[in-house]
C-alpha cells in the first residue's frame, strides 16, 4: 500500500492512497478533502464522477480538468493523480483499464 500523501494548504484534509491491487473503488470526498494515487507509466485511470464537482490533476500534465456530475475523464500515468472536491461533497468512481 502506498502511504504517501498530497501536500495540503492549512485546514485540508488528505486521504492516503489505496491500495494498488484494487480495480474499482467507489469515494465520496467532503469539501476541500483530497484524494491522491500514484499512477505507475503506461497505466490508465477513469474516473466517473455521480455527486458534486472534482478538480483533478496528474503530475506531469499542464492542465487541470475540473469534472461536473455526471462526467468522466480518463487519465493514463506514470505520476500522482490528485482530486479535490469543490463545493460540497463529492461521490465518485474510479477504475483501472
Do not use: C
Not at 492512497?17 to 507509466?41: C, H, I, K, M, T
Not at 455527486?51 to 487541470?64: F, I, K, V, Y
Request: overall charge negative.
Amino acid at each position: 500500500m502506498n502511504a504517501k500523501t498530497f501536500p495540503a494548504p492549512l485546514g485540508y484534509t488528505v486521504m492516503r492512497s489505496v491500495p494498488d491491487r484494487l480495480a474499482s473503488r467507489r469515494l465520496r470526498l467532503a469539501e476541500g478533502q483530497l484524494f491522491a494515487r500514484d499512477l505507475a507509466p503506461g497505466e490508465v485511470i477513469e474516473v466517473t464522477l455521480s455527486r458534486g464537482a472534482l478538480w483533478l490533476t496528474l503530475e506531469g500534465d499542464p492542465t487541470d480538468h475540473v469534472l461536473q456530475a455526471g462526467h468522466r475523464a480518463s487519465f493514463v500515468g506514470g505520476g500522482k493523480l490528485v482530486l479535490e472536491s469543490l463545493a460540497g461533497t463529492a461521490e465518485f468512481s474510479w477504475e483501472a483499464a
